[in-house]
């Protein structure tokens, strides 16, 4: 190749070739980086890069932008993410490096893998060069349109028409002459406020006009109606504003553009997503020139330093400088006096200036995402604020007597932060804050008893034993996700309206709740309540009561009417409701007249009393998973809407005349004893949905897939209007050697989920081609299968789950491995005994604290509602590319052999796993016969909990076990994993045993099991259970029946494999010649056709006493090949050392295991076969070659296929007998003995 002197060996190519590929594969630090020309594209259509536009650099890693530009004859190179913003790389960066790091990353461990996916050109769909800065027409039009057209000035006809060069940027039309339109006068029409209209005496014109009493008007003449079209849709964008602003935002800029300057007039400046540069003509130095400036917006341009010269801006009263890595801050920001909001998040900030303090008109100070361990003492001095923003840093103490000294801070914001204790200087309480924020931290414990004026309360997902606050002013307390045993709170907070107490460990409901005068909504599910308070039940206030999940037996009796409209006491232990519980109290008035939804699934219940007639507003009764035999009477309420009775015993319903108009929703599946008759159906038919079982179809063997395996898959849309769920289900995958399963979730996009539905299979196979390691091949599945969603300029994200499940030949106790790869939030779970085993990590922010770590500290921005940048709770997807590096899609592996204990596999969505616990997923469907419905009885139970967004679930019943069998090796049904991966020991070296003189095949052996006898079809079947093996690795096996659980063995493992040739004669009826008067012995008469018996032994293990003796030059076996086995070969009749098993070169034998290398010994047969050259005129031997039937040791059909058969010239018929008989003769007496039968000589019955 050729090199430029360089020791990073630069060198341009317009192709990738042979030679490139060679350099390469010398070093894994080499690569290549394709460098685009200029792109210029519109907004309809995209002009995509011609092979004269794209270069191929090869370099290193340590070859640095600079070098590569000198090469190219470039400036400067340009890099590009996921199709996005574009920015001038630095001369020290180096391009193949970026890569490097960018596929690593993503999740790309092998450094070889990285080499190869770096030279592959599809990667530019995520990270790209440039050789020149790419640029978009529409996104020029909205920075600067210029042009040299006709102008006229005014309104009247007395001015004449001038070309003039005419320029709209910012807010205002800039018109000036053509040969002096740097130095010459310009005329600037403000046209905010203004007006902009077509011209109906002139084609293709435009009247520009001022706002104003002096308004100016200017008339422009275009040539083309696109051209025209293009000026006023720009200009009427700028027009219609009330104030001056111009948006610049995600442009790629660097600077400012030159004639926005001239636009005096704007108030509001964003530049946001750009790249911009301190000391550059138009760079942050020069915004100064805005005199009128009072908003700007710089966040996310890496600045990495403070512009000290927006210090002199003194109009500003807005300031963003979010997400720019900036470490402190100047004390000239004294200067913005005016300033009233400054926003400095997710930046590396530890402390503020104290001069910070002189800005006191500033009202709102955003320091989230930050490096802070404690509160800035700067905020005592900022009076105006009212709000402590703090979220994401990295406080572990908060010392209450700091917030104490801040009487202006009511609203405190500490979420996602590493507080594990809070301090309390001295007994002064503080009656200033009325807003608290905990969630995510580490709490054990907290009293905060001393915030007198504390309103709400936020401490959701910490580890809080004990919750102490003042009920002086509580109105609001949110603590789900604790380990809560006891809450105290004192006094009794009469203005509480709202608590939520879910995911606890509380036994009782709190007294002062029970004595809250104002409480609307009580949530205390998931806890170990044992009762209900007849004091909360009969509260004059409650209307949200949610007891769901607890160990509750009984309700109490109610006495009086009451006000509640929602009552959830699902998965309890209610074996029956009060009698009186629906009736009418002391007052005339129904105890629960105004209860809306009724929830009482998952209990014991029988009956539900018939007085639940006289809820006349209930519109939701949900009461599946029970035990009722007896249909309740709701469908003479007025106003029910939705009915969920499936999973009972119901056997009848009794209709009314008229069903309620306003019923919209019926679910009756799972009552296997109800039988609904057509005039029912008929009078349900107006239903918009009717859920009720459906006979299953017959089915036949032919729609049987797998013995191993089945599936069904159920997937409901709730109450969206589309399914962005889909599943992937292949049961024979890879040539019917395992199965892959997959469930994708999209969340909102539906194009996503089924992109990856019908090429992730694809994707797999592929990988396993390259790798056999279940973690690599898994990985680099999801990776590809991201780098595809990028390609397909899919920019939204979806979750992932894949199941591969394949024989396990490691693992000899075990007959399949179960490989599960997810991201997201999709989960897969094994049954086992009964027991649910979780096979998938949940990627979400609350969920995973070490991914909201890494999440953080790659100074991304999370949401009060705990989604990364606004959009996502997930961590990791297929997808989201712009969100890189806080999204990615390197997935969690997990591998479990699979047993007999194995029963199910149950593939899941969010929402499915959101409302079904594992336990309840398992039970619920482990003593389902059929997939299909235990899939839709997922999915049936998830709604019926609540669901209502997309729900998915597939369901694998697994049958690993020997009865599942149905290979057939020459007509033997094969025994358990035993039978094909011994685990024998061996005690005593083995020792070379002679064969038959006879033999002509040549063969390598490497067994440990003994030999025995094999009968042919017409009387008897092997006598043994041991492994049955091949003959010459290098040969093909013969087309042999086999299941998943009994793959076809490696050529490694010898296994004893009985040998039959057939031979067809057209001389005599028998196969023999008329000369002899008697058969050979060892021959089978079968009509035609000559059945031959060949077994062929195994030859370890046994005494050399009755062997022959090595020549001097023979080889002597190591110990290494004690363990691994001896591989021997059988010389043909007539070679050297006729009849004598020699060792054969452990490299040839390793070279012939390969296809591909198996010509290289011998020459291949019109079968398929492959024979030793200097065998090939050995006729008996080649007979052997003839391919044999899958049903049996022999089988001897009418009419064989053509290549079936072998034909023995007569001339040589005489030769075949004679050699049939040595065989026969030559064959070694044994001599059996009673004490160590396993030292018997090895027999070798090989007649060929």
Known sequence: ???????????????????????????????????????????????????????????????????????????????QLHGDLVRRLKPTERPLQMVYDYLSRLGFDDPVRVQEEATNPDLGCMIRFYGEKPCQMDHLDRIFLSGIYNVRKGKTQLHKWAERVVVLCGTCLIVSSVKDCQAGKMHILPLVGGKVEEVKRRQYSLAFTSAGAQAQTYHVSFETLAECQRWQRQASKVVSQRISTVDLSCYSLEEVPEHLFYSQDITYLNLRHNFMQLERPGGLDSLYKFSQLKGLNLSHNKLGLFPTLLCEISTLTELNLSCNGIHDLPSQISSLLNLQTLSLDGNFLTTLPEELGNL?????????????????????????????????????ALNLGVLTRMSHIKHVDLRLNCLKTMVTENLEGNKYITHMDLRDNQLTDLDLSSLYGL????????????????????????????????????????????????????????????????????????????????????????????????????????????????????????????????????????????????????????????????????????????????????????????????????????????????????????????????????????????????????????????????????????????????????????????????????????ELPRLLQCTMADVLLEELQQSTNDTVFMANTFLVSHRKLGMAGQKLGSSALLCYIRPDTADPVSTFSLTVANVGTCQAVLCRSGKPVSLSQVF?????????????DQKAIITEDNKVNGVTCCTRLLGCTYLYPWILPKPHISSTPLTIQDELLILGNKALWEHLSYTE????????????????????????????????AMVVYLNIGEEGCTCEVNGITLPGPVGFASTTSIKDPPKPTTPSSSSGIAS??????????????????????????????????????????????????????????????????????????????????????????????????????????????????????????????????NSVNSGILLPVSKDKIELQKSPSTSCLYGKKLSNGSIVPLEDSLNLIEVATEAPKKKTGYFAAPTQLEPEDQFVVPRHLEEEVKEQMKQCQESRPEPEPSEEEPSELPEEFDTAL
């Open 1 to 79: 190749m050729k090199h430029n002197g360089s020791r990073n060996c630069l060198n341009r190519r317009s192709r990738f070739g042979s030679r490139e590929r060679d350099w390469l594969r010398e070093n894994v630090k080499r690569g290549c980086v394709y460098l685009y020309g200029a792109e210029t594209t519109t907004a309809t259509t995209t002009t995509t890069t011609s092979s004269s536009d794209l270069r191929l650099v090869l370099c290193t890693v340590e070859t640095p932008a600079s070098e590569m530009c000198a090469g190219e004859g470039k400036e400067s190179l340009y890099l």
């Open 844 to 856: 979400s922010l609350e969920q995973d604290l070490e991914e909201a770590q890494r999440v953080k």
């Open 921 to 952: 997923a398992v039970n619920a469907v482990r003593h389902v016969q059929d997939p299909l419905a235990a899939a839709k009885k997922l999915c049936t139970l998830a709604q019926s909990y609540g669901c209502q967004d997309n729900v998915g």
């Open 455 to 750: 309103e709400q309360l936020h401490c959701e997902r910490n580890q809080l034993r004990e919750l102490t606050l003042s009920g002086f002013s509580l109105r609001t307390l949110y603590a789900n996700s604790n380990r809560l045993t006891a809450v105290n709170v004192y006094p009794v907070p009469s203005f509480l309206t709202s608590l939520e107490l879910s995911r606890n460990l509380l036994e009782c409901v709190p007294d002062w709740a029970c004595e809250a005068k104002k409480i609307e909504i009580l949530d205390v599910s998931y806890n170990l309540l044992t009762e209900v308070p007849l004091r909360i039940l009969s509260s004059l206030s409650l209307r949200k009561l949610m007891v769901g999940h607890n160990h509750v037996q009984t309700l109490p009796v109610l006495t009086e009417h009451i006000p509640l409209e929602v009552l959830d006491i699902q998965h309890n232990l209610l074996t029956r409701l009060p009698d009186t519980l629906f009736s009418k109290a002391l007052n005339k008035l129904n105890k629960l007249e105004q209860l809306e939804e009724l929830n009482l699934s998952g209990n014991k219940l029988k009956t539900i009393p018939t007085t639940i007639a006289n809820c006349k507003r209930l519109h939701t009764l949900v009461a599946h998973s029970n035990n009722i035999s007896i249909f309740p009477e709701i469908l003479q309420l007025p106003q029910i809407q939705f009915v969920d009775l499936s999973c009972n015993d119901l056997t009848e319903i009794l209709i009314p005349e008229a069903l309620p108009a306003t019923l919209q929703d019926l679910d009756l599946t799972g009552n296997t004893n109800l039988v609904l008759e057509h005039k029912t159906l008929d009078i349900f038919s107006h239903i918009t949905t009717l859920k009720i079982d459906q006979k299953p179809l017959p089915t036949t063997d032919s729609t049987v897939t797998s013995t191993f395996w089945s599936h069904g898959l159920a997937e409901m849309a709730g109450q969206r209007n589309k399914l962005c769920v889909s599943a992937l289900a292949v049961d024979n995958f890879a040539e019917g050697v395992g199965a892959v399963y997959g469930m994708f979730d999209g969340d909102r996009n539906e």
């Open 360 to 396: 006191q008109q500033l009202s709102s100070l955003g320091i989230t995402f930050n490096h802070f361990n404690q509160i800035p003492e700067v905020y005592e001095k900022l009076t105006t604020l009212d709000k402590m923003v703090m979220a994401g840093n990295q406080l572990e």
């Open 1004 to 1133: 390598e052996f490497s067994s440990e099991m003994s030999t025995s006898e094999v009968s042919s079809e017409v009387g008897s079947t092997a006598s043994d259970e041991h492994n049955t093996g091949g003959l010459d690795p290098g040969l093909p096996p013969r087309p042999e029946r086999r299941c998943s659980l009994h793959p076809t063995p490696t050529s490694g493992v010898f296994q004893r494999q009985p040998s039959c040739a057939t031979f067809s004669s057209n001389q005599s009826d028998n196969g023999l010649d008329s000369d002899d008067d008697q058969p050979l012995e060892g021959v089978i008469i079968n009509g035609s056709k000559v059945e031959v018996e060949v077994d062929i032994h195994c030859c370890r293990g046994r005494d050399l006493e009755n062997s022959p003796t090595f020549t001097e030059n023979s080889p002597t076996p190591c110990p290494e090949e004690h363990a691994r086995g001896l591989f021997f070969g059988i010389r043909r009749q």
